[in-house]
Antibody, heavy 117, light 107 residues
Framework: QVQLVQSGAEVKKPGASVKVSCKAS????????INWVRQATGQGLEWMGW????????GYAQKFQGRVTMTRNTSISTAYMELSSLRSEDTAVYYC??????????WGQGTLVTVSS | SYVLTQPPSVSVAPGKTARITCGGN??????VHWYQQKPGQAPVLVIY???DRPSGIPERFSGSNSGNTATLTISRVEAGDEADYYC??????????FGGGTKLTVL
């Protein structure tokens, strides 16, 4: 069965960077794009960007351009999302999701990133 | 950028029908996907391409899309359907767009 397993919770100081991983199993990792979506406490879903694991091509939401980097390691079927220059407003749960055309059909369990001094 | 508008909350009695709307400019020309999110859990896809149901999703969940409004309909609502529901489309200028979410309360 398709599974996306994310790395554990992180606590970071303002100005630092965080790198979240998303390990895929149950399907061919390079056949589907990966979306990254975040959700602040009590708020809605916010799309951050996508990555094609086969080519490494990426597309980022304008809000995160210059601060987010999405990469992958195909040998271990793992996608990564790195967010830099963290501020308190970046405190949120970050999700990876498999993207089949325009739909996110399978989601990771989420990773809580807390930004606090 | 493309905007999707959902009502913040919808309430329904058990056994009745809940309808959650998602408004957008000419949304009927786009494919709409719906996600269910229960507290502390990741979103789950419940309807894709307007009206298709993934395997494992009850037939009580259905969707429609026309004009400026897409609708998620949940028939014979159960207590376990209480959750937040999000609509989502793909837009050529914004890529993935989510609605603000609707909290479904089962009375």
């Amino acid at each position: 069965q398709v599974q996306l397993v994310q790395s554990g919770a992180e606590v970071k100081k303002p100005g630092a960077s965080v790198k979240v991983s998303c390990k895929a199993s149950g399907y061919t990792f390079t056949s589907y794009d990966i979306n990254w979506v975040r959700q602040a406490t009590g708020q809605g879903l916010e799309w951050m960007g996508w990555m094609n694991p086969n080519s490494g091509n990426t597309g980022y939401a304008q809000k995160f351009q210059g601060r987010v980097t999405m990469t992958r390691n195909t040998s271990i079927s793992t996608a990564y999302m790195e967010l830099s220059s963290l501020r308190s407003e970046d405190t949120a749960v970050y999700y990876c999701a498999r993207r089949d055309s325009t739909v996110s059909d399978y989601w990771g369990q989420g990773t809580l990133v807390t930004v606090s001094s | 950028s493309y905007v999707l508008t959902q009502p913040p909350s919808v309430s329904v009695a058990p056994g009745k029908t809940a309808r959650i709307t998602c408004g957008g400019n000419n949304i009927g020309s786009k494919s709409v996907h719906w996600y269910q999110q229960k507290p502390g859990q990741a979103p789950v896809l419940v309807i894709y391409y307007d009206s298709d149901r993934p395997s494992g999703i009850p037939e009580r969940f259905s969707g429609s899309n026309s004009g400026n409004t897409a609708t998620l309909t949940i028939s014979r609502v159960e207590a376990g359907d209480e959750a937040d529901y999000y609509c989502q489309v793909w837009d050529s200028s914004s890529d993935v767009v989510f609605g603000g979410g609707t909290k479904l309360t089962v009375l």
